[in-house]
């Protein structure tokens, strides 16, 4: 099973739409969750950290399943300027690793 | 506050040549990790740094990568010789500590190898 699982996508939505990705980690000694934006060519940028009780930022809420080892990130009310490839990330003790990234295209 | 500074931008090479990076971390991050990003993949650990000690660099290819950070603040990362595989856009990225913490990532260097 691979460390992390990311769906890829790509994900094309209408603006205004609801979309939510998940993101499952093998690792169960994972201790932090994090949600990561990455524009094209650009760097990773924090979105969000992720905590056990589930998180809201605006349009943007991170859930923690421990149970199922998994992360998921919904986005209400889609802009274009969401259109973003979103990587997900968990941290042990000692180091942050990272999922491939889902796309997402937010259309007119 | 300034963030994560990378150097060179861009940068184009032949294969068995060689060529450094260059990463100045965010003032005080005790933290500096180097990723490697093939596109459409994720960024993959090379090697991270807690002060000048090295923490893990358990992926690091070290027949041909190496990477310094001697004063505990900047950071170098070498390819000798390059391959063709080696072609990615290397991220640097600090944390004020390690680990659990949120990394701000610097803009990266593309390299591509010919």
């Known amino acids: 099973r691979k460390e992390v699982e990311q769906d890829p996508g790509p994900f094309n939505v209408p603006e205004g739409a609801t979309v939510a990705f998940n993101c499952t980690y093998s690792?169960?000694?994972?201790?932090?969750f994090f949600w990561y934006r990455q524009d094209c060519r650009k760097e990773p940028k924090l979105l969000m950290s992720?905590?056990?009780s589930g998180n809201e930022d605006g349009r943007f809420t991170a859930q923690l399943n421990r149970a199922s080892q998994y992360i998921s990130l919904l986005i209400r009310d889609s802009k274009l300027s969401d259109s973003a490839t979103y990587l997900c990330?968990?941290?042990?003790?000692?180091?942050?690793?990272f999922g491939s990234g889902t796309q997402l295209t937010v259309l007119p | 506050e300034a963030g994560v500074a990378q150097s060179p931008r861009y940068k184009i090479i032949e294969k068995r040549q060689s060529v450094a990076f260059w990463c100045n971390p965010i003032?005080?991050?005790?933290?500096l990790y180097w990723y490697q990003q093939i596109l459409g993949q994720g960024p993959k650990l090379l090697i991270q740094?807690?002060?000048?000690?090295?923490?893990?660099d358990s992926q690091l290819p070290k027949d041909r990568f190496s990477a310094e950070r001697l004063k505990g603040v900047d950071s170098t990362l070498k390819i000798q010789p390059a391959k063709l595989e080696d072609s990615a856009v290397y991220l640097c990225?600090?944390?004020?500590?390690?680990?659990?913490?949120?990394?701000?990532f610097g803009s990266g260097t593309q390299l591509s190898v010919l």
């Open positions: 990225a600090s944390s004020s500590s390690g680990g659990n913490e949120k990394l701000f």
């Open positions: 690792n169960s000694a994972s201790q932090s």
């Open positions: 992720v905590y056990s």
């Open positions: 990330s968990f941290g042990s003790a000692r180091q942050l690793t």
């Open positions: 003032s005080g991050h005790a933290t």
């Open positions: 740094f807690q002060n000048n000690g090295v923490v893990d």
